[in-house]
C-alpha cells in the first residue's frame, strides 16, 4: 500500500459519510490527480470505497462494510502509534 492509499483511506475514515471526486480527493490529501485517481479505482477493487460512476464524473465514497470499516481502524490505529 503506497502513500497516497494510506492517505486516502484515513480521509475516509475520518469523513465516512463523504462523497467526493478525484479533483476533490486530490485537493483534500495534496497529492496529484492522476496518482490520486489510479489509488481510488485500486481501493474500489478490494471494497475499501465504492464508486459512483456518472456519464461526466465518479464520485467516491466508504464501504458500508461494518466488518471492514472496524478491521481499517485498528489498521489506521496502529499505523498512527
Known sequence: MS???????IFFHDNQASIDTPRGISTW???ERSRVKRALEDLVEIGVLIAYRATSTTGYGYTSDRK???EIGRFLKKARK
Open 3 to 9: 502513500r497516497i492509499h494510506r492517505k486516502i483511506i
Open 68 to 70: 471492514l470499516i472496524t
Open 29 to 31: 490529501i495534496r497529492e
